[in-house]
């Protein structure tokens, strides 16, 4: 194992610890609404910045990431070629110039993230799911405590009675990147003769946690999830249809028992009406995906367009509508076009590790189609984990292999990495450092989130929607 290795293995782990650690956070609490939200975007930030100034600094690292790269189908190639391609043009001839080159490198920084550590991922597949299983502990965990803590002192209990997130669908969003691996990883328990009600307690909590936060659209990705893994993997059919069930109504029972309605009865001697209810109403997604669609043009108005224009949220809570008025029409077909091939890729493949990684990655983005899953700092992190491992997985079992011979344009390709790690650290840095120099803008009102808590577009004025 040689340094370079060593170096994306301390990256690789320090990432699931950084995911763990804010999964349940007891030093930023939520009177400080900003701190918690941004300083997991500054530490998803160091993350990129570190990768990229060992990428600028190493031939060897570069050589790497360049292998990766050429492992994928060509068919992938290029659909990442025309994505980002298509990106740029937007950019280039945005209403934001600047802030559209952050927005640009910061998705760049995080796509050589993905292609650092899946270098890594197929040997660390095991860590992946002990972490994550450990990720589901740690989340329920931030639950529990913020839900006993409103019941103590007598708060009305809602599903944002919550530690360690500002928002409960930001923990929504890190869980469906992980619920297929913990799923996976219980299967492998139970089979290896552990103790049954112990291997499915960490996707109980999962199901608990989207019951008690009402995550109806997490529910819907990842039963959707589980139901195409039952449907694809004969073998495991049974075993995967009983180790839901049963995990569901264990989750069920621990959200009765140990989150509301009884500890309320318990403490306050009331048993509220509350918890039976089911939202019905659209949680104002409807608006804003028309707004989105007034802003829509062909070839897209850049980076932060949407949320420096938005009347109503920050993001749109639908990542190709984000893309198609941030990137472009070409763009957003291609990234549907990338889903649709990895879709394709599982339904076809014979390799488990391919069908859990791939439908965890997809289970992600399918979520994304209703909420900020693409946005969230945490929930982007554990998503590039995701797609490594998919990645990894693929490049591990089709045994794709670069010629060693030659890697075709390698001088350009070198350059062109280069050039990606200067504008990473320059304009991610610059970024997090205009935040932390203005103090998160602590004295001025929340406003909307998106790369930040906000104050997102403070100087720029909306050219849309007018």
Not at 23 to 34: G, Y
Not at 417 to 432: A, D, Q
Request: hydrophobic share 50%; proline share 2%; with cysteine.
């Amino acid at each position: 194992m040689n340094k370079i290795t060593n170096k994306i293995i301390v990256l690789f782990v320090t990432s699931l610890i950084g995911i763990a650690f804010f999964s349940f956070n007891l030093f930023v609490l939520k009177d400080d609404i900003k701190g918690l939200y941004d300083y997991k975007r500054i530490f998803v930030c160091f993350l990129l910045i570190v990768m990229s100034i060992h990428v600028l600094l190493h031939h060897e690292f570069r050589y790497k990431i360049i292998h990766q790269f050429n492992s994928l189908s060509q068919k992938v190639k290029v659909l990442f070629v025309i994505f980002f391609s298509s990106a740029a043009i937007a950019n280039l001839f945005g209403l934001y110039f600047y802030r559209a080159q952050e927005d640009y490198f910061y998705f760049i920084g995080l796509m050589l993230f993905c292609a650092v550590i899946s270098m890594v991922c197929y040997q660390g597949r095991t860590r992946i799911f002990i972490y994550f299983t450990l990720i589901s502990y740690l989340l329920f965990f931030s639950v529990i405590l913020g839900h006993w803590v409103a019941v103590a002192y007598d708060i009305e209990l809602s599903f944002h009675s919550i530690i360690s997130f500002a928002n409960p669908r930001m923990l929504n969003q890190v869980q469906s990147w992980i619920i297929i691996p913990v799923m996976y990883f219980t299967i492998i328990a139970i089979r290896q003769s552990k103790t049954y009600i112990l291997a499915i307690l960490p996707l109980a909590l999962n199901f608990a946690i989207i019951i008690a936060l009402d995550g109806r659209g997490i529910a819907v990705s990842s039963i959707t999830a589980i139901l195409l893994w039952a449907w694809f993997d004969k073998s495991l059919r049974k075993m995967i249809l009983s180790v839901f069930f049963h995990s569901l109504i264990a989750g069920f029972i621990i959200k009765l028992a140990l989150l509301s309605p009884l500890p309320e009865y318990l403490v306050l001697g009331i048993s509220p009406d509350a918890w039976t209810n089911i939202r019905t109403t659209d949680a104002g997604r409807l608006a804003v995906w028309i707004e989105a669609l007034q802003m829509v043009s062909f070839l897209g108005h850049g980076g932060d367009a949407f949320i420096c224009n938005s009347t109503t949220f920050g993001r749109p809570h639908n990542s190709i509508l984000l893309i198609l008025v941030n990137w472009g029409v070409i763009s957003a077909i291609s990234y549907s076009l990338l889903l649709l091939y990895a879709f394709k890729t599982i339904y076809l493949t014979k390799h488990r590790l391919i069908r859990v990684s791939g439908l965890s990655m997809l289970s992600g983005f399918a979520y994304s189609l209703v909420s900020g899953v693409v946005d969230s700092p945490l929930s982007q992190l554990t998503g590039a984990i995701s797609i490594a491992l998919f990645w990894a997985s693929c490049q591990h079992f089709k045994r794709c292999e670069v010629n060693n011979v030659a890697i075709t344009r390698i001088t350009e390709k070198h350059f062109i990495l280069i050039l990606c790690s200067v504008l990473t650290i320059g304009l991610v840095g610059n970024k997090v450092y205009q935040r932390i120099d203005n103090n998160h803008y602590r004295g001025m009102p929340i406003g909307k989130t998106q790369f930040w808590v906000g104050q997102n577009c403070i100087d720029e004025e909306a050219l849309l929607m007018k």
